[in-house]
């Protein structure tokens, strides 16, 4: 069975610009996680979804939104981009979202 | 809010040597899970531990926490140069998962 895939795997935007990253979950998981993970240091969480609704948030700015669609693939977008949002980020599946979460490879971000 | 602190930041040991990370929390936690990042790569879950003073071993891996539920550690024996990466413990709270630091393991041959 396929993992959770994220794409893209690399993205370099500059300042300012828009970006929208996507995540498809292991089949038969309705629960998608998002975190940010900041060179040297631990995944931060941003969002969960489960079942197209969003049942978490963590402490990130207004910037940041994600939404999660029937087939429970989801998307997390960025606006107005900061030097500061360069990271990786990280998407999770699981089936109900209490149980164990399966990390994607992740997509690394770079602002310029 | 809530921090899981883990020690040492950074461990390079010989290829054969034991290794120890710590993970410790100023508060009682209801669970423990341990993940493993590669380097380039993403965290792998390894094991979760729930009990009071559960031990729990996984080949040369042995997790243990705490009787308190504040802390807890994973002991690799005889390391070798396939266990480098970064060590993370972290917990389940209601909605989402809470990183440790994290222990880089440097495996020198």
């Known amino acids: 069975d396929a993992g959770v895939t994220q794409s893209p795997t690399h993205l370099i935007k500059t300042r300012g610009q828009q970006v929208t990253l996507r995540c498809s979950p292991i089949?038969?998981?309705?629960?998608v996680s998002w975190y940010q993970q900041v060179l040297g240091q631990g995944p931060q969480f941003i969002f969960q979804?489960?079942?197209?609704?969003?049942?978490g948030r963590g402490n990130f700015p207004d910037r940041f939104s994600a939404r999660q669609f029937p087939n429970y693939s989801s998307e997390l977008n960025v606006n107005a981009l900061l030097l500061g949002d360069s990271a990786l980020y990280l998407c999770?599946?699981?089936?109900?979202?209490?149980?164990?979460?399966?990390f994607g490879p992740g997509t690394r971000l770079l602002v310029l | 809010g809530q921090q899981v602190m883990q020690i040492p930041q950074y461990q390079h040991v010989q290829e054969g040597e034991d290794f120890t990370t710590y993970c410790n929390s100023s508060?009682?936690?209801?669970?423990i899970q341990w993940y493993k990042q590669r380097p380039g790569g993403h965290p792998v879950f390894l094991i979760q531990l729930v009990k009071s003073g559960e031990v729990k071993k996984q080949k040369r891996l042995t997790f243990q926490f705490g009787e308190a539920k504040k802390n807890s550690s994973l002991h690799i024996t005889a390391t070798q140069t396939t266990d480098v990466g970064t060590y993370f413990c972290a917990y389940r709270g209601t909605d989402k998962l809470i990183f440790g630091t994290g222990t880089r393991l440097q495996v020198f041959p």
């Open positions: 999770a599946s699981s089936v109900r979202g209490q149980e164990t979460q399966y």
């Open positions: 089949s038969g998981h309705k629960s």
């Open positions: 979804y489960y079942e197209k609704e969003e049942r």
């Open positions: 508060t009682t936690l209801s669970n």
